[in-house]
């Protein structure tokens, strides 16, 4: 259960930038009769920041970058993003990393070498698949904002899952000038923080279909 876990956790948080924002608070466990509660109460400032935020990443069609993804015990991996909207995406992680990580539309699928069996976790279930999905709304009927907060050139957006805000947080940052995703950063039900830097970002190129599609590895293995 600890591996699966940890694995979830991998998946869910890596995708795009870290080291402008200050470490975030993780949320209580609240029920969904407290949802509104955490729902930020938004000055028209910040509901243009919010709609500025979703026009951008619903104008996204593919990307392709190197990321750096730093996590709460220090540890640091590299590799390879790619996206591809609606529902696609892989994190390629360089060696010695054991993992692979590959949206397939429906599914997160987790491989991690050093296990057996790769983790198949439900795509909207995640952090990832706010930044997939077909149109993007970062406070509406699921999600919630709960914090917009504004530092020289640099916007943050803070949301949580509207009906359970314990599970856990996702803060995207932009630079205003030009507005581009600098970062996400994801707090979990436990509080574990994580980071992902992405660099040398393309946008809107073609990228191969092949990319998004998972071939688990073990059913091209011989029985004993």
Known sequence: MSNTRSKMRAAGLAVLLAALVPAAIALPAAPASAAHAVRAQLTPEDRSDVLAAQTYLNGITSLKARFLQISSNGSQ???MAYLSRPGKLR???DPPSPLLVV???TFLI???K???NPSYIPLNSTPAGVLVRANVELDGKDLAVTKVSHQPGILGITVVDADDPGQGQLTLIFSQRPFQLRQWQVIDAEGQIT???LFDA?????LDPS???YKNPAFGRPKL
Do not use: H, K
């Not at 393309?202 to 073609?206: A, H, K, Q, S, V």
């Open 114 to 116: 050093t296990l057996d």
């Open 211 to 213: 990319l998004f599609v």
């Open 77 to 79: 991996a590299e590799g």
């Open 195 to 197: 980071t992902v830097s």
């Open 202 to 206: 393309e946008t809107g190129i073609p």
């Open 91 to 93: 994190l390629q992680y």
């Open 103 to 105: 949206a397939d539309g």
């Open 110 to 112: 987790v491989e991690d």
